[in-house]
């Protein structure tokens, strides 16, 4: 005897899965915002260096997950964007 609430039953049991779908989406939006977290003191005029070496580089635009940077190598200049996660911060001079 089918009254209806069959399909209803079954498409509940389909949810967990609808669930764990967004759940991971959203434990990897949140590892996004630890990462960017990491580097929330940066801003525009701040002295930055790869974390696996490099140039120091001035930062002149900070967005949600990048930064934009520019820097010399003797007199010619260079610009690019990088990861948050990829800078560190370092003493000024």
Same mark, same amino acid.
């Given at each position: +005897?089918? !009254?209806? *609430? /069959?399909?209803? @039953?079954?498409?509940?049991? %389909? %949810? =967990?899965?609808?669930? +764990?779908?967004?759940?991971? #989406?959203?434990? %990897?939006?949140?590892? $996004?915002? !630890? @990462?960017? +977290?990491? *580097? ?16 120091? +580089?001035?930062? @002149?635009?900070? !967005? &949600? $997950?990048?930064?934009? #940077?520019?820097?010399?190598?003797? &007199?010619? =200049? /260079? %610009? ?10 370092? *003493?000024?001079?």
């Amino acid at each position: +005897m089918s !009254n209806g *609430n /069959h399909s209803s @039953i079954e498409s509940f049991g %389909k %949810k =967990p899965h609808h669930l +764990m779908g967004l759940f991971l #989406c959203l434990q %990897k939006t949140i590892s $996004l915002l !630890n @990462i960017t +977290m990491d *580097n929330t003191n940066l801003y525009t005029g701040s002295l930055v260096r790869l974390k696996s070496g490099g140039p120091v +580089m001035t930062v @002149i635009n900070v !967005n &949600a $997950l990048t930064v934009e #940077c520019r820097w010399f190598d003797g &007199a010619t =200049p /260079h %610009k690019a964007v990088f990861p948050k996660s990829a800078l560190e911060q370092v *003493n000024s001079f």
